[in-house]
């Protein structure tokens, strides 16, 4: 069974530092993996896609690495604003059954 | 173009009643899965349908079922409430069973 893991679970830093968010699997034999940000009482929305084949994505100020035999991936989020407080949750999708399973995820404070 | 609806936002039942909480996916998606989050807790699969069909299920047990429609839109029943079944219901859609997901703003529901 996939298990997903997310530390820190919360972080508070100052407004324009750099965010590095991390997210742990325990099967490698994924398809893929997604990051998605959910504001609270909200659905989620999507960040970022990664393909098992592809080792980063990149949209504006965010980049996500993956690197699938280690089961590791991170989220990096530059000079952050107050706007970018929410939970960042990590989502992998098994290559075996397409069942995607979340972390709890990691609930990020950006103080002006 | 409209992204994932669901409906109602919010509901409240008591225990041993019967709920149903409607999906419609985004414009282009023919896939729909479900899943419950509890507070605090990363979304936990419940089930998907493809082609009108139920195609994958999570653990959750034979009180929870659901339905497709040919338009794929989708419905998810919830039979003898408990009150651990409290909690957010998000839909997500996506092209195809292993694509890019997207999430509706989910149904809060809460047992009594």
């Known amino acids: 069974k996939q298990e997903v893991t997310q530390i820190p679970a919360a972080l508070s830093v100052p407004e324009g530092e750099n965010l590095v968010l991390n997210c742990s699997f325990t099967d490698s034999a994924i398809y893929n993996l997604q990051w998605f940000r959910q504001d609270p009482g909200k659905g989620l929305t999507s960040l970022l896609l990664i393909q098992s084949s592809q080792r980063e994505q990149t949209s504006g100020r965010l980049n996500a690495s993956l690197d699938k035999s280690s089961g590791r991936s991170t989220l990096y989020i530059a000079a952050s604003q107050p706007g970018d407080s929410a939970t960042y949750l990590c989502a992998v999708e098994s290559s075996n059954d397409y069942k995607l399973s979340f972390g709890a995820g990691t609930t990020v404070t950006v103080r002006a | 173009d409209a992204g994932v609806t669901q409906s109602p936002t919010h509901l409240i039942k008591t225990r041993g009643q019967q709920v149903t909480l409607r999906c419609s996916p985004k414009s282009g998606h023919d896939t729909v899965s479900w899943y419950q989050q509890a507070l605090g807790q990363g979304p936990q699969f419940i089930f998907q349908y493809y082609e009108e069909e139920e195609r994958q299920r999570g653990n959750f047990p034979d009180r929870f079922s659901g339905h497709q429609f040919p338009n794929y839109s989708s419905e998810l029943n919830v039979n003898a409430l408990l009150l651990g079944d409290s909690a957010l219901y998000l839909c997500?859609?996506?092209?195809?069973?292993?694509?890019?997901?997207?999430f509706g703003e989910g149904s809060r529901l809460t047992v009594l």
């Open positions: 997500a859609s996506s092209y195809d069973r292993a694509g890019e997901l997207f």
